[in-house]
């Protein structure tokens, strides 16, 4: 008799213990944690953990604790899925992420068949909202569409009769990108002398610079992230080419310059007006620099889409997708980035895209009308 008290008393301690566990409200970031693209996943990693300490010292949501878990796709596809599934087996209900396009499309299927809440802080790729299998993707970045066309209007108006080549490294950020670029460039009476693809992870892109010089390129449209087009750029410099580099928002990350060195001098992208400067993130930044951290690229972003995912879950008065959803479609968040409003599709309804330039190993908004 006294085993079986015993016993009860355990199973009892042991069901309390399990519902106190599961009584935080699980939330995720992921992304590249590892890999070549390991700046990214720290941009959001950094942004995700901040913003749940502070939603925590304010309360949490709905008067819960925020867990956070954390999810390294490494910018594969197949990992994505992976850890997708590994989130949903950790009870999270919301994901800030993934990073690459490449790995929200695919985890976004996983997210819909489990009912998460998913909201992208950088994938910019079309089909990630455009083929949404469900109600609960978002993001609050821009799309490539949008963002290549800016790219493709400022080079045709700029470098008209010029020899301009589009290249991408095939993934469904760098092409897609790539493709609106040219799309746009050819709308605006450019046409592209070149139009090539490039594997990415490799060291030796000779063959391809070898190709550009041998074509006088003035100008290279890069659809593609920072390590390859900072390779590019230096090769290019190594065999004496002074070519006009312009590429997208994943050179957005003082690694591209540690690659580059002055070989990326004058290289241009394009991103969101920096964040950092609005007046409603000067407290958030300032606790991140006292970390010794500067929140630069996806930082903001990632910190901004758990404080949606609060204010979305406050205003629906609960944490049910389809009321979160509902609420996410019909409100205007306040945020470290600015005013956020989402449209059917669970695009944001204003994106804004500016061009920056690498200079001296910074980089920092331009005019360029």
């Known amino acids: 008799m006294k085993f079986k008290k015993t016993l009860l008393a355990a199973t009892a301690a042991l069901t309390l213990a399990s519902t106190a566990a599961y009584a935080d409200i699980v939330v995720a970031v992921a992304g590249p944690m590892t890999g070549q693209y390991a700046a990214f996943g720290e941009q959001m990693n950094k942004g995700a953990q901040l913003a749940v300490a502070d939603l925590n010292a304010a309360g949490g949501i709905l008067g819960e604790k925020i867990k956070l878990e954390v999810g390294d796709d490494a910018c594969d596809p197949k990992q994505a899925v992976a850890v997708a599934n590994q989130l949903a087996g950790a009870g999270a209900i919301f994901v800030a992420g993934h990073f690459c396009s490449s790995s929200s499309i695919p985890a976004s299927q996983v997210y819909s068949e489990e009912?998460?809440?998913?909201?992208?802080?950088?994938?910019?790729?079309?089909?990630?909202?455009?083929?949404?299998?469900?109600?609960?993707?978002?993001?609050?970045?821009?799309?490539?569409?949008?963002?290549?066309?800016?790219?493709?209007?400022?080079?045709?108006?700029?470098?008209?009769?010029?020899?301009?080549?589009?290249?991408?490294?095939?993934?469904?950020?760098?092409?897609?990108?790539?493709?609106?670029?040219?799309?746009?460039?050819?709308?605006?009476?450019?046409?592209?002398?070149?139009?090539?693809?490039?594997?990415?992870?490799?060291?030796?892109?000779?063959?391809?610079?070898?190709?550009?010089?041998?074509?006088?390129?003035?100008?290279?449209?890069?659809?593609?992230?920072?390590?390859?087009?900072?390779?590019?750029?230096?090769?290019?410099?190594?065999?004496?080419?002074?070519?006009?580099?312009?590429?997208?928002?994943?050179?957005?990350?003082?690694?591209?310059?540690?690659?580059?060195?002055?070989?990326?001098?004058g290289t241009l992208m394009t991103f969101g007006p920096d964040p950092r400067n609005k007046p409603n993130a000067k407290?958030?930044?300032?606790?991140?620099?006292?970390?010794?951290?500067?929140?630069?690229?996806?930082?903001?972003?990632?910190?901004?889409?758990?404080?949606?995912?609060?204010?979305?879950?406050?205003?629906?008065?609960?944490?049910?997708l389809d009321k979160v959803t509902a609420a996410l479609r019909s409100t205007e968040f306040d945020t470290v980035i600015g005013k956020?409003?989402?449209?059917?599709?669970?695009?944001?309804?204003?994106?804004?895209?500016?061009?920056?330039?690498?200079?001296?190993?910074?980089?920092?908004?331009?005019?360029?009308?």
């Open 115 to 265: 009912g998460m809440l998913q909201i992208s802080p950088a994938s910019t790729n079309p089909k990630l909202t455009d083929e949404a299998k469900g109600n609960n993707v978002f993001r609050v970045c821009g799309r490539d569409d949008q963002q290549g066309l800016v790219a493709g209007e400022y080079i045709a108006k700029t470098y008209k009769g010029k020899n301009v080549a589009v290249i991408h490294d095939k993934t469904a950020y760098g092409k897609g990108l790539a493709d609106e670029t040219q799309k746009s460039l050819n709308a605006a009476g450019l046409k592209e002398k070149l139009y090539e693809a490039y594997t990415p992870g490799e060291r030796d892109y000779s063959a391809l610079v070898s190709k550009l010089k041998q074509s006088a390129i003035d100008v290279l449209y890069v659809g593609g992230y920072h390590t390859e087009a900072g390779l590019i750029a230096r090769q290019m410099k190594d065999q004496g080419m002074s070519v006009q580099i312009i590429s997208g928002d994943a050179l957005v990350t003082e690694e591209f310059w540690t690659i580059t060195g002055p070989a990326g001098q």
């Open 283 to 320: 407290p958030v930044v300032e606790k991140f620099r006292a970390q010794g951290y500067e929140p630069e690229g996806y930082t903001l972003y990632t910190y901004a889409a758990l404080q949606i995912f609060k204010q979305a879950a406050e205003k629906a008065g609960s944490t049910d």
């Open 340 to 369: 956020i409003a989402f449209d059917q599709k669970g695009d944001v309804t204003t994106p804004a895209y500016v061009f920056y330039k690498w200079n001296d190993g910074k980089y920092a908004e331009v005019t360029t009308n």
